[in-house]
């Protein structure tokens, strides 16, 4: 888990800008990150289960009452499935199974402006692709 307790800048104004808690627009951090995983292993069976939160937060540090209605940015939580299993035999070959964003939580809606235009999210925090599977296997030569 990670707190950020401070992330400031100051611009060429001399104005000091505190962008913690700021998940709306790209440049800010999360008051609070965490990633979690747990793992469980029989015998050539192995299952991983992952989970990613970021906390609620502000749109942006900049901005106040009399210039946006709401400037609150919904928390956000992804969880991520893995299964893989190994053949006894063919030593060496696991097949996989990958299941991101698994429950397709949406992100929360944030809108900013990127070089290529408008986003609806701060893609740079949260999943903006939805629930995915992958599926593959991997060889390692004994």
């Known amino acids: 888990g990670n707190r950020t307790l401070a992330m400031s800048e100051t611009g060429l104004t001399g104005i000091k800008v505190d962008r913690s808690d700021q998940t709306g627009m790209v440049g800010g951090a999360p008051a609070w990150q965490a ?12 299952l991983t289960l ?13 901005l106040g009452s009399a210039d946006i209605d709401n400037n609150h940015v919904a928390a956000a939580a992804y969880t991520n499935l893995r299964g893989s299993w190994s053949l ?5 070959l696991t097949f996989y199974a990958q ?14 402006w990127t070089f290529i235009g408008s986003a609806p999210t701060n893609e740079s925090l949260f999943d903006v692709l ?3 599977y992958v599926i593959g296997f991997t060889y390692d030569r004994p």
């Not at 990633?35 to 192995?46: C, F, G, K, T």
């Not at 006894?88 to 060496?92: K, N, T």
């Not at 299941?99 to 809606?109: C, E, G, I, K, Q």
Request: glycine share 6%; no cysteine; hydrophobic share 25%.
């Open 35 to 46: 990633n979690m995983s747990v793992a469980y292993r029989r015998d050539s069976l192995q």
């Open 50 to 62: 992952h989970e990613r939160l970021i906390s609620s937060g502000r749109y942006s540090a900049t």
């Open 88 to 92: 006894r035999q063919v030593p060496g």
């Open 99 to 112: 299941a991101s964003n698994l429950f397709d939580h949406n992100p929360p809606r944030a809108p900013d």
């Open 130 to 132: 939805g629930r995915r």
